[in-house]
């Protein structure tokens, strides 16, 4: 399949694009730059048929706006995050004192929908805690999970913006993730990859929630 990583916008968000073998379009994950996915779908020779948004905090979402007039592709995010495509407080923006190019969703996802694009099967895991409307992306047949800002390599997502929980953020990683039968790869929104097994019997944060009974 296609994979491709990219370090984006002003936080190094991973951007992710994903294709299957035979397929001449490819999904974008988390458009932290416009002008960088553009040049690797040059040169991938692919066409963007779907961008999907893993929450809507604005270091994922930078080039959100620019990349889907650009593309003329549909916009995906959880329905509880989608306001926060067009809101400098709500995405955060205003932390770092500039103003967010807004965008507007197309489809406003639920817990389990299934999304078929560019030959993949992408299930949704609504996985919040680090953000109301924060999901997973789920590729049984790839193993793969795209977790956005909800799991890390021995970490897990902030908790301290509003909407934040750690509590919330547990159960999504302990109950939702973890329960997911088998080995997975797990591509976080930033930093390395890791694997369900590996978060399984090492992640301090899950750990934590463990000992204080969560």
Request: hydrophobic content about 40%; glycine content about 10%; charged content about 20%.
């Amino acid at each position: 399949m296609l994979f491709e990583k990219l370090p984006t916008g002003p936080l190094n968000v991973n951007t992710y694009l994903i294709g299957g073998d035979n397929d001449t379009e490819c999904v974008v994950i988390d458009p932290g730059d416009a002008g960088l996915v553009l040049d690797a779908l040059h040169c991938t020779g692919r066409t963007c048929a779907l961008i999907l948004v893993t929450h809507g905090h604005f270091d994922h979402i930078w080039g959100l706006a620019e990349l889907a007039e650009a593309t003329g592709a549909p916009v995906a995010v959880h329905a509880a995050d989608a306001d926060k495509l067009q809101s400098d407080r709500k995405s955060m923006a205003f932390l770092i004192g500039k103003r967010l190019p807004a965008a507007r969703a197309t489809q406003l996802l639920q817990d389990n929908d299934i999304v078929h694009a560019a030959g993949l099967t992408i299930r949704v895991l609504h996985t919040p805690g680090h953000s109301e409307g924060g999901v997973s992306y789920v590729l049984d047949a790839q193993r793969m999970i795209f977790c956005g800002d909800t799991l890390f390599f021995d970490g897990a997502g902030r908790t301290d913006f509003p909407g934040g929980s750690q509590e919330t953020l547990y159960h999504s990683i302990a109950d939702r993730l973890f329960r997911l039968e088998g080995a997975y790869d797990v591509f976080p929104g930033h930093g390395d990859s890791t694997t369900l097994d590996h978060e399984r019997l090492c992640n301090p944060f899950v750990q934590m929630g463990r000992r204080l009974k969560w």
